[in-house]
């Protein structure tokens, strides 16, 4: 039995989609439950459109969210020669023909289909003429001479069979009358080339691959199995494109979604694995199948994204929430010093409650951070004579103190509270208002041992508080 074989094929024209992502995935996943090969063919033959900074994009996108292809990534603009060579073959053994119809006859041809309210199909006119018919100054196009009778089924490993009549799909063009290959036929001979086993790519594709197929019978070469994946939609049920808000990895990446939780989302959208939700790489590999695909298309929710995430930042090892916290305020250029991000290692515990996002990690600990307080107007309006000496007498017990402990300050917080005759907000808001420049953040033990002794002192040290 042959080898699995997979392959994601993105143009690099723009960035990295997250419906290409999702295929990209669900391609390496079934490889490596087959225990195959996952590639990386980068169609690249856009020469106006494509560029490296694309490429580069989905290449290093694929490596954030943990898709690794094996080999090097195959570029299909080096093998262009492979493909006009099999247009050329396919012309020799009557599978193919030029033909000579202008743009004009074309655009009427479009025009009459579109008043009859028909979709347009190319009328054939040179299927059958011969080439001593052919006017001396028209570049020809190489179009593939398609079935016209009967239906043809594709055997589909997600949709089921699927079947449709020949004579709906047009002789489509494979050689442009530069001599550049289209699409079908590039992809096809690249397919071919690389010995896939699979196609497994958005049911968008599903009318090229009934092309494909013709391509690959008249070659007489082997088919490889098709699946096709219903697309991603907005949460209005609109087909999602590129235009989309959050349509990119760079979209998520940037507000701090992690890649394993951004992963196991796009692992459970359009496919289940009994009822669980929540799977390591490993179980993605191993309970990976295409029978697990829905058929309806799936809705992209932000709040699902943003719950996953939190999931993962809430349940994953701190000391990994804190390398990826590192790496996401360093892809970001959100600098932090040393000793400062020292104590945000300390303080996860907390700063990762209510956070959803690495981004709202990095705000929660703003107050660590930042050198200067930034006090809100209307909170430092709060700070009344009650709460200054509040500020004073705290000051007074902080400098008894050699170490910062809640057991130690617990008694000095329940005094100040007594002595003042308040409550624990008349104590802690003050304090926390001096310390963070706000009346919300953490709890106000947290703030404080988080900071330090020195910085607390020299925070409540301010001249607002005397």
Not at 362 to 388: H, P, R, S, T
Not at 438 to 443: D, H, I, N, R, V
């Amino acid at each position: 039995m042959k080898k699995v074989a997979t392959r994601f094929a993105p143009s690099p024209t723009g960035p990295l989609h997250i419906g290409g992502v999702r295929t990209a995935l669900f391609n390496w996943l079934y490889a490596k439950n087959q225990k195959g090969e996952f590639y990386l063919r980068v169609e690249d033959t856009d020469k106006e459109r494509s560029k490296e900074e694309y490429k580069n994009q989905i290449i290093k996108s694929l490596k954030w969210i943990g898709i690794n292809y094996d080999g090097e990534e195959y570029i299909q603009s080096k093998k262009i020669q492979d493909h006009t060579k099999v247009a050329n073959e396919l012309l020799k053994s009557g599978h193919a023909y030029k033909c000579y119809c202008s743009n004009e006859e074309i655009e009427e041809q479009k025009k009459r289909a579109k008043q009859k309210k028909i979709p347009y199909i190319y009328n054939r006119k040179w299927r059958d003429k011969k080439e001593s018919e052919a006017p001396k100054d028209t570049k020809p196009v190489v179009r593939f001479k398609s079935k016209i009778d009967g239906t043809s089924i594709l055997k589909d490993l997600v949709q089921g069979d699927i079947e449709i009549d020949n004579n709906t799909i047009e002789d489509f063009i494979i050689l442009r009358n530069d001599g550049t290959p289209t699409y079908n036929l590039s992809a096809s001979v690249d397919d071919h080339q690389m010995n896939m086993t699979h196609i497994i790519r958005g049911d968008d594709h599903k009318i090229n691959t009934f092309k494909q197929i013709q391509i690959y019978q008249a070659m007489k070469w082997n088919l490889p199995s098709f699946a096709h994946i219903p697309l991603i939609h907005t949460i209005d049920g609109k087909k999602l494109s590129k235009r989309d808000k959050a349509s990119t990895l760079d979209d998520y990446s940037k507000i701090g979604i992690m890649p394993d939780a951004l992963r196991n989302y796009l692992l459970r959208l359009g496919w289940s694995y009994k009822d669980k939700e929540i799977f390591t790489l490993d179980e993605s590999v191993k309970y990976f199948n295409l029978e697990g695909i829905g058929k309806s298309p799936s809705k992209l929710d932000m709040s699902r994204i943003l719950s996953m995430n939190e999931h993962y930042i809430k349940n994953i090892n701190e000391n990994d929430l804190f390398v990826q916290f590192l790496d996401y305020c360093k892809i970001f250029k959100k600098a932090i010093s040393n000793d400062k991000s020292e104590k945000i290692k300390n303080s996860l515990t907390f700063l990762k409650n209510k956070a959803k996002t690495l981004e709202d990690i990095f705000n929660n600990g703003q107050y660590i951070l930042q050198e200067e307080v930034n006090f809100n107007k209307d909170d430092l309006k709060l700070i009344d004579n009650k709460a200054k000496k509040v500020i004073s007498e705290f000051k007074k017990e902080l400098i008894k103190i050699d170490k910062l402990r809640r057991e130690i300050l617990e008694p000095i917080i329940n005094n100040l509270i007594k002595t003042n005759d308040t409550n624990f907000k008349g104590v802690g808001q003050p304090l926390r208002i001096a310390l963070t420049g706000s009346k919300f953040g953490p709890g106000i033990y947290d703030i404080i041992i988080s900071l330090g002794k020195d910085e607390v002192t020299k925070r409540l040290n301010n001249k607002i508080f005397t």
